[in-house]
Nanobody, 125 residues
Framework: EVQLVESGGGLVQAGGSLRLSCAAS????????IGWFRQAPGKEREGVSC????????YYDDSAKGRFTISSDNAKNTVYLQMNSLKPEDTAIYYC??????????????????WGQGTQVTVSS
């Protein structure tokens, strides 16, 4: 059974950092991709970042560029999202999901499935 489990969220002051983890089970990081998404209260879910295991390429939404870094530890079947210089507008539930086609089109949520349960990130001003 494919399963993704997020962790690492919490409460942090503006300017602080958090590292989110997405632990995968039921498959290995070979020909796929993993994306990070977030959903703030009253807003639609949006793509944040993606990593493609076939070539190691990474993708970021403009809001994350320069502040967030996605990485993976294939031995641990875990993808990380290091978030620095956090802002109150980064407050959201963060989810990871698998992209079996490895397109990493984070603007197309329909390309992703096997969503995790999410982890709450709250950034105070």
């Amino acid at each position: 059974e494919v399963q993704l489990v997020e962790s690492g969220g919490g409460l942090v002051q503006a300017g602080g950092s958090l590292r989110l983890s997405c632990a995968a089970s039921g498959f290995t990081f070979i020909d796929y991709a993993i994306g990070w998404f977030r959903q703030a209260p009253g807003k639609e879910r949006e793509g944040v970042s993606c990593i493609r295991f076939t070539d190691g390429r990474t993708y970021y939404d403009d809001s994350a560029k320069g502040r967030f870094t996605i990485s993976s530890d294939n031995a641990k079947n875990t993808v990380y999202l290091q978030m620095n210089s956090l802002k109150p507008e980064d407050t959201a539930i963060y989810y990871c999901a698998a992209d079996w086609s490895a397109k990493c089109s984070i603007g197309v949520l329909g390309d992703f499935d096997s969503w995790g349960q999410g982890t709450q990130v709250t950034v105070s001003s």
